[in-house]
């Protein structure tokens, strides 16, 4: 499988491609729509064709670069139908499998950062958006967020994966690339340790975050896959 972690650091947004050595076929997920160049040559120096770009949420923070990608390679985008994005190809529940080439990804919904939130679930790694973090998780106050639906999400939908599964997340402010279920259920700060659902609750509560930054324009930007607008 080829497999390269990219990282935009404006947003600390990490983007995925995965490629089946076989077929040549592979994805992208979470594409940021000011990294396209980079992507369009890792592609054609890796002799890979893209298939599908995977949505983890409906983003809050950056462009997604579906719709470009879609636009110069035919790609399809695949996003939770309840993310509120109709521009995209697929639109995913829950228990959906997607095959690519001998890749194969598990949608998993994992609602609670935004309603329409998935984890793609791989046979040793899942990646997890903004659902879980690295000793984090995504913010609960935007975008439909429940901060009881996240707990529920991550602790009855990832902390039930096989210990040593990989975790990739959608984002990482302190330069952590990758972590472990094991490593998260044991450590991370917001819900691992035995944390309750109620204390989760407080934790989250009690953050007070900025308001997001680039929200008014990524949101109405991001329903259109990335394509637009004024
Ligand atoms: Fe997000």
């Known amino acids: 499988m080829f497999f390269r972690q990219l990282f935009e650091p404006e947003t600390s947004t990490y983007s995925y491609l995965l490629g089946c050595e076989r077929t040549q076929r592979a994805v992208l997920i979470d594409p940021v729509a000011s990294e396209i160049?980079?992507?369009?040559?890792?592609?054609?120096?890796?002799?890979?064709?893209?298939?599908?770009?995977?949505?983890t949420h409906v983003h809050a923070d950056h462009i997604t670069g579906s719709g470009l990608l879609r636009e110069k390679l035919g790609s399809k985008s695949v996003v939770h139908r309840d993310g509120g994005a109709m521009c995209a190809d697929l639109l995913v529940t829950g228990g959906v499998l997607l095959q690519v080439g001998d890749l194969e990804f598990e949608?998993?919904?994992?609602?609670?950062?935004?309603?329409?939130?998935?984890?793609?679930?791989?046979?040793?790694?899942?990646?997890t958006g903004d659902a879980l973090l690295i000793g984090g998780s995504g913010r609960t106050d935007f975008q439909q967020g429940d901060a009881g639906q996240l707990y529920d999400s991550i602790t009855g939908k990832l902390f039930t994966l096989p210990a040593d599964t990989l975790v990739y997340p959608g984002h990482d402010y302190n330069g952590n690339t990758v972590s472990t279920i094991k490593q998260e259920i044991a450590k991370n700060p917001r819900l691992g340790g035995g944390k309750t659902r109620d204390e989760f609750i407080a934790i989250m509560q009690e953050l007070k975050l900025a308001y997001p930054k680039f929200i008014d324009k990524a949101l109405p930007a991001n329903q259109s896959c990335g394509l637009v607008v004024e």
């Open 37 to 55: 160049d980079d992507y369009l040559e890792l592609l054609q120096a890796a002799n890979l064709r893209l298939i599908y770009t995977l949505e």
């Open 107 to 127: 949608v998993r919904h994992t609602s609670g950062h935004t309603s329409g939130c998935v984890s793609y679930v791989m046979s040793d790694r899942v990646f």
